[in-house]
């Protein structure tokens, strides 16, 4: 199984909202404690709300990538799977330009599909790397043995 732009260090938004918002439950959990018992209500809707945003992050963080496994491309988000197509349906592969720089697969039915794992998680990750030969090995093992690619 391979993993293309799944979770890693670049991911680190993600990972900082998600720690940032634990931080601010803790803090409204504190404050809900020792409050009025009028007010008591609006520090726990703070903690649920921050441990809510929190877990969210965290979960776009790990859960968001392509993977390739078994002749298969498979694109989640959130852990939940998009849209799974056999490597062998892809004629083509490319980058999609822009700030995202999403995965476009081009389908031997003449569809096409963007890959939405491949998303805004990745961003810092390309601006190390402007030639884009991350990308190009990427699209390699998209398209599968023996394949061309278009950068």
């Given at each position: 199984m391979t993993v293309l732009r799944g979770p890693s260090p670049w991911a680190l938004p993600c990972w900082l909202v998600g720690v940032v918002c634990g931080v601010l439950a803790v803090l409204a959990a504190m404050w809900s404690a020792d409050a009025r018992a009028g007010d008591r209500?609006?520090?726990?809707?703070?903690?649920v709300?921050?441990?809510?945003a929190g877990a969210g992050a965290l979960a776009l963080r790990r859960g968001t990538r392509v993977v390739v496994d078994g002749g298969t491309v498979t694109d989640q988000v959130l852990y939940r799977t998009v849209s799974t197509t056999p490597q062998s349906e892809v004629l083509a592969a490319h980058v999609a330009g822009g700030?995202?720089?999403?995965?476009?697969?081009?389908?031997?039915?003449?569809?096409?599909?963007?890959l939405l794992g491949a998303g805004p998680l990745q961003v810092p990750a390309r601006w190390f790397d402007p030639e884009g030969r991350s990308d190009l090995a990427d699209l390699d093992v998209l398209m599968g043995p023996?394949?061309?690619?278009?950068g």
């Amino acid at each position: 199984m391979t993993v293309l732009r799944g979770p890693s260090p670049w991911a680190l938004p993600c990972w900082l909202v998600g720690v940032v918002c634990g931080v601010l439950a803790v803090l409204a959990a504190m404050w809900s404690a020792d409050a009025r018992a009028g007010d008591r209500p609006v520090g726990i809707v703070l903690v649920v709300v921050m441990v809510l945003a929190g877990a969210g992050a965290l979960a776009l963080r790990r859960g968001t990538r392509v993977v390739v496994d078994g002749g298969t491309v498979t694109d989640q988000v959130l852990y939940r799977t998009v849209s799974t197509t056999p490597q062998s349906e892809v004629l083509a592969a490319h980058v999609a330009g822009g700030a995202w720089r999403w995965f476009v697969l081009e389908l031997e039915d003449g569809s096409v599909r963007t890959l939405l794992g491949a998303g805004p998680l990745q961003v810092p990750a390309r601006w190390f790397d402007p030639e884009g030969r991350s990308d190009l090995a990427d699209l390699d093992v998209l398209m599968g043995p023996a394949a061309t690619t278009t950068g």
